[in-house]
């Protein structure tokens, strides 16, 4: 699958509280389960409230080693990307997740159902399970946000740091 880059902007603050880029440049911490799916990872945080302290050499939290499940009290920020004809496994996680579809349409399949994003639309998936199907002959681009949740003690949840790499 040929990928477009993406590029990454991450704002700070210098050490004269003067508010600047502290990095940029094209996101390079993805990985791939197999062909024709990415996941590259943007930021995470470990912690609620995240800490945003002042300072340009902050750590690069788009580079840490994650499973599919954020940081226990924190997010985890990351586009996947799914070529045509290609469908994930159905899982869920303990998190709630703010999903953007960025480009091209994917389905959702679900227990009983099914829906279809396309670019623009917006969902937020709260520790449902489902599985990504794309059944276009386009890309399919989508930004997701998980953020850890109550555990809902149902199902087989993927844990975090399974999957890590």
Same mark, same amino acid.
């Given at each position: 699958m040929?990928?477009?880059? %993406?590029?990454?902007? %991450? ?6 509280n003067?508010a600047?880029? %502290? ?7 993805t990985? $791939?389960?197999?062909?024709g799916?990415?996941? $590259?990872?943007?930021?995470?945080t470990?912690?609620?409230p995240a ?5 340009e050499?902050?750590e690069?939290m ?8 954020p940081?226990?009290?924190g997010s ?8 045509p004809?290609?469908a994930s496994?159905?899982?869920r $996680? ?23 994003l396309r670019a623009g ?7 449902t399970?489902h599985?990504w199907v794309n ?11 998980? %953020?850890?949740?109550?555990p809902l003690g149902i ?9 890590a790499?």
């Open positions: 040929a990928r477009t880059p %993406i590029r990454r902007v %991450i704002t700070g603050h210098d050490g004269n003067v600047k880029v %502290i990095r940029q440049g094209p996101a390079a911490n990985k $791939t389960p197999r062909d799916v990415a996941s $590259t990872l943007m930021w995470c470990d912690a609620m800490d945003i302290a002042v300072g050499n902050v690069d788009g580079a840490r080693i994650l499973g599919t499940a940081p226990q009290n985890r920020f990351i586009v996947m990307e799914f070529a004809g290609i496994e159905m899982h $996680t303990e998190t709630i997740d703010y999903i953007i579809m960025l480009a091209g349409e994917i389905d959702m399949d679900m227990d009983d159902s099914v829906v279809t639309d917006i969902m937020v998936q709260r520790g399970n599985a059944r276009s002959k386009e890309p399919a681009r989508l930004a997701i946000v998980l %953020i850890d949740a109550k199902g087989h949840p993927r844990l975090r740091g399974q999957q790499r």
